[in-house]
């Protein structure tokens, strides 16, 4: 077995090597139609984005999920990255997933479960495995109760640290702090430079809250190696545009 990075995950690094920073949209399949799903995408990829994450707490999986990706790929020769919730959320037509645990949460179906049992379909897909460890912090949203997650309080930086030295010392190379979609802020910058500050070279991505360049700016100085835009994607009424003002707040 070969565990070298993949090109997925190399294109990422390199991306955030080339321009201090990258930008993922996440497309939530169960939250339109899969071509709708892909003008978004298309107009993301016209805006900057690096990659384009696929996943969601409900609903998408299956027939939708399979769809959804087809389509995107249609649009884009971005990396198509998935983002599952569970063992469902996995399909044989994206480029790479990541290959999560959710640290807090209270369920070992989200920390190892639906890991072990997705396994085996990630080999046969032949999709790259991206090792991440996703944390949620408060107020959490949607995903925060789906996992059952121990929400870890905003201001209590020094538990969100102790979850991503957890994650660097077990070997993932991606620690995800997740405010949540939908979130009213984005997560403190304080608590993200904190995290940051011992993470070496583990990739940092936070996501939840974001909704203006300023903020991702703001994120990125703090030490964020990757910005996640979802829900304010989905609900901007010009995609390209309000991407390209996240590509160009973050990008040195």
Known sequence: MNFKIGRVEQRLREAVARNGAAHLTLIDPDSQSPIEAASIAGAACTGGTDAIMVGGSVGAAGVLLHETVAEIKKKTDLPVILFPSSVAGLCENADAVFFMSLLNSRSPAYIIE??????????????????????????????GWVGDARLIPRRKPELALAYALAAKFMGMRLVYLEAGSGADSPLPTALVAMVKRF???????????????????ELVAAGADLIVTGTAVERSQDVTAFVSEMTRSIRK
Request: hydrophobic residues 45%; charged residues 15%.
């Open 114 to 143: 639906n890991q072990a049992l997705g396994a085996p379909l990630v080999l046969r897909y032949g999709l790259e495995p991206i090792p991440m460890a996703y944390i949620i912090l408060e107020p959490g949203g949607t995903v």
């Open 199 to 217: 993470m070496g070279d583990v990739l940092l991505i936070v996501g939840g809250g974001i909704r203006s360049g300023e903020a991702a700016r």
